[in-house]
């Protein structure tokens, strides 16, 4: 499982180079990255499938179930017959198309070798831990109000996050 940000990497952003605050500043890492991992339900790291049974519904195109794509390795046909690599090419969107695919009728007619995943986090997501970090650290979060006497009443919500963070997450999210 790959951090999205780790301690030396948000300590070196924000120009800290005592230890003073390592341990505080590790816990908010450690929630950010877990938190991140968890809702966007992916770990960030490069995935090699082999033999993966796809079907074609127009012909032309292999829809790969797994995003974003790296690389096309190999495409057979189910009776083994392996494809040119010239004969198919991956498009932006991760799929494969061909205008040469023979038109196979029975389901799940193709496999397809492909790596796929994160070869680096993504920088968006980087930016968006260093973020919240900092958001946690300043406790931007924490709402209070004097109740009088010297004493303070905090109602924030550690867990809300802020929107321009959810909108980041959002886009790496699998659903």
């Known amino acids: 499982m790959a951090d999205i940000i780790s301690l030396n990497i948000y300590k070196s952003r924000m120009g800290i180079t005592t230890p003073k605050q390592d341990l505080k500043l590790q816990g908010y890492v450690d929630y950010v990255n877990a938190y ?7 770990d960030f790291e490069t995935h090699t499938v082999l033999e993966k049974r796809i079907t074609s519904y127009d012909g032309h195109e292999l829809i790969i179930p797994d995003y974003p794509v790296i690389s096309v390795q190999a495409v057979k046909l189910f009776n083994e017959t392996a494809l040119a690599s ?11 198309e061909s205008y040469t695919l023979p038109l196979v009728t029975s389901r799940f007619a193709y496999y397809v070798d492909y790596i796929y995943g994160y070869e680096t986090v993504p920088r968006d997501l980087e930016t968006a831990a260093l973020e919240w970090i900092v958001y946690l650290d300043k406790r931007e979060y924490n709402r209070s109000r004097s109740t009088g006497n010297g004493q303070t009443s905090d109602y924030g919500d550690p867990e809300l996050i802020p929107p321009q963070i959810r909108v980041a997450l959002s886009q790496h999210r699998r659903v």
């Open 36 to 42: 991140i991992l968890k809702y966007c339900d992916t």
């Open 86 to 96: 010239t004969s198919y090419y991956l498009t932006e969107q991760g799929s494969v």
